[in-house]
């Protein structure tokens, strides 16, 4: 890793960070300061932990100390937060996506009215299954669950069809888009074993061939997954709010599932 540069600088800071607990401390050559990160709190592994800083110019006040402790902080957290992006982005891609992603919940777009849509059953599937509508909940719960969260991961899978009416073209695509995204979730929760996760795939859940809703409880509660949509978020907006395309071409189909982790609590 580069340092950080400056050139006003005069003074070497050599800085450690301890990300196994709630409240990071930073270490100076010069004084201790605790910290509570902006973005995220992870127990990685995967990370540089020892970080080399060059910041800036002499200490003469406590004011001028203070702010430079704040410099040298956000500095940290703003690569630590670019090493965590780029991490997710390329398990997903050795995992098999297309195109990969992250931005911050904060920024999805919803549309509560797409749970309209479920309600009139255009999938077959409502009031079918433990993790679809109306089993799932309210959407407004749903969309606040999303913005507990620090960082979403955005997986896309293009599929290619013979025309625009090859149906069977777009369930082999959405099979395969499923497999990608189920070794893009295994690989992101064997790197960040001790995150709690969200996962959200495109359309309903279909681990088993026929879910015990609602007469006896969802056989396998970890492996469900809900849809995107279920959750009211507008996937196409979603798209190119983190720099991807809803349409990759002519004769072609796309998948969209998210992995959204660092719960703020």
């Known amino acids: 890793m580069s340092p950080l540069q400056d050139e006003k600088i005069s003074t070497v800071y050599f800085i450690s960070i301890d990300l196994t607990t709630s409240k990071n401390r930073v270490k100076t050559r010069q004084k201790s300061v605790d910290i509570l990160p902006h973005f995220c709190i992870f127990h990685l592994t995967s990370l540089p932990f020892q970080i080399y800083s060059y910041t800036g110019a002499q200490k003469n006040t406590n004011n001028l100390e203070n702010a430079l402790d704040v410099r040298i902080t956000f500095a940290i957290l703003k690569t630590m937060e670019n090493e965590i992006n780029q991490s997710l982005i390329n398990l997903a891609l050795a995992s098999g996506a297309t195109f990969a992603a992250t931005m911050d919940p904060a920024q999805i777009p919803y549309a509560p009215e797409l749970r309209g849509a479920c309600a009139q059953n255009y999938c077959g599937r409502f009031a079918t299954c433990w993790v679809g509508p109306p089993a799932i909940g309210e959407v407004e719960d749903l969309m606040a669950q999303v913005q507990t969260y620090r960082i979403a991961l955005v997986i896309q899978t293009v599929g290619q069809l013979e025309d625009s009416y090859d149906y069977e073209g777009m369930m082999v695509a959405k099979d395969e888009h499923i497999d990608v995204y189920q070794k893009a979730l295994a690989a992101v929760r064997s790197s960040f074993p001790h ?38 978020i507008n996937v196409n907006p979603m798209l190119e709010t983190c720099g991807l395309k809803y349409n990759n071409g002519k004769d072609t189909v796309s998948y969209v599932g998210l992995i959204i982790l660092g719960r703020k609590d």
């Open 195 to 232: 995150e709690r996760l969200l996962a959200l795939d495109a359309g309903c859940c279909d681990l088993c061939p026929e879910c015990t809703y609602p007469d006896e409880p969802c056989r396998h509660p970890d492996e469900a997954i809900p849809s995107v949509e279920a959750y009211g």
